[in-house]
């Protein structure tokens, strides 16, 4: 193999031969990762709830003459995580991308137990048990993965977003535990740290949110000001990121958390 610094440019970006699992893929940020992925060349797992979204993602897919397998996952519940990993068998990902989550506002006084156990089993605790599927799995190879956080657990803006908050948190803590256990088993692990992207879940929340709420019309504005680059994120620009950490462009690069956010969080 190689030594990396005598590889070329398009040998370190490209991900020929591997095999990624992407979570969340059937809309948004996600879909952006697996088009982004295919094209540079891997074969690829798409998980999700959303069945039409999947058809869709997987019909885009076409043009790239990859393996494209869709999985239906509702990720809230580890019977059907461990469920869709038995079904895996023989075809692990080299690569696990764990994307899917859910940002539902409730005010904390009215978090009950129902929400907080939703909120988490999707976002933090469906990616931990990807995550020790993964690394049971690939104990002798290695493999790289994604966790995908928010600018909210580091920064929180808006108001009732506390149990999403707490849950990205985790995904943090997450990242950096795995990363600090398992890189001596072949393992990389990151973190992107999304903000202000425009996906079909954040149009749905503005849209929802802004009809005759004030304080949340300011929060949009004032969220906007702070955005240096002054303007939100595409999908695509998050996708971008997370190729170079599912390549060899980042091989030196672990335990990171990669702000995707139009420098939201630095102003
Ligand atoms: P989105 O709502 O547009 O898409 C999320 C996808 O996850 C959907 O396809 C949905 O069906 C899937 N999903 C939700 N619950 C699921 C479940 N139980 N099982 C399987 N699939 C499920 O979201 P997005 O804006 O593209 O965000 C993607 C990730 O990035 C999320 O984890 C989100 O918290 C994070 N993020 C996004 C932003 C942003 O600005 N868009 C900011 C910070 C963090």
């Known amino acids: 193999m190689k030594k990396n610094a005598s590889k070329t440019l398009s040998d370190l970006i490209?991900?020929?031969?591997?095999?990624?699992?992407?979570?969340?893929?059937?809309?948004?940020?996600?879909?952006?990762?697996?088009?982004?992925?295919?094209e540079a060349g891997a074969d690829l797992h798409l998980v999700d709830l959303d069945t039409r979204g999947l058809g869709t993602v997987?019909?885009?897919?076409?043009?790239?003459?990859?393996?494209?397998?869709?999985?239906?996952?509702?990720?809230?519940?580890?019977?059907?995580?461990?469920?869709?990993?038995?079904?895996?068998?023989g075809r692990e990902p080299d690569i696990l991308v764990n994307n899917a989550g859910i940002y539902p506002?409730?005010?904390?006084?009215e978090v009950d137990e129902a929400f907080l156990e939703k909120v988490m089993n999707v976002n933090l605790n469906s990616a931990l048990w990807m995550c020790q599927h993964m690394i049971r799995r690939r104990l002798r190879k290695g493999g790289?993965?994604?966790?995908?956080?928010?600018?909210?657990?580091?920064?929180?803006?808006?108001?009732?977003?506390?149990?999403?908050?707490?849950?990205?948190?985790g995904v943090i803590a997450?990242?950096?535990?795995?990363?600090?256990?398992?890189?001596?088993?072949?393992?990389?692990?990151?973190?992107?740290i999304p903000g202000g992207i425009v996906t079909p879940g954040t149009k749905a929340v503005a849209k929802e949110l802004?009809?005759?709420?004030?304080?949340?019309?300011?929060?949009?504005?004032?969220?906007k000001l702070r955005l240096p680059l002054g303007r939100g994120g595409q999908p695509d620009e998050v996708a971008r990121t997370a190729l170079f950490l599912a390549s060899d462009l980042s091989s030196y690069v672990h335990g990171a958390l990669i702000p995707v956010d139009g420098g939201f969080l630095s102003s």
């Open 14 to 38: 490209s991900l020929e031969g591997k095999r990624a699992l992407i979570t969340g893929a059937a809309v948004g940020i996600g879909r952006a990762i697996a088009l982004r992925f295919a």
């Open 58 to 89: 997987r019909s885009q897919l076409s043009q790239f003459d990859r393996n494209v397998e869709t999985h239906h996952v509702d990720l809230s519940t580890k019977e059907n995580i461990d469920t869709l990993w038995e079904k895996l068998a």
């Open 105 to 109: 506002f409730k005010s904390f006084l």
């Open 144 to 169: 790289v993965i994604i966790n995908i956080g928010s600018i909210e657990a580091i920064l929180p803006f808006e108001k009732h977003l506390s149990a999403y908050s707490i849950s990205k948190t």
């Open 174 to 192: 997450l990242t950096r535990s795995l990363a600090k256990e398992y890189g001596s088993y072949g393992f990389r692990v990151n973190a992107l």
């Open 210 to 223: 802004t009809q005759g709420n004030v304080r949340l019309l300011r929060t949009g504005v004032e969220f």
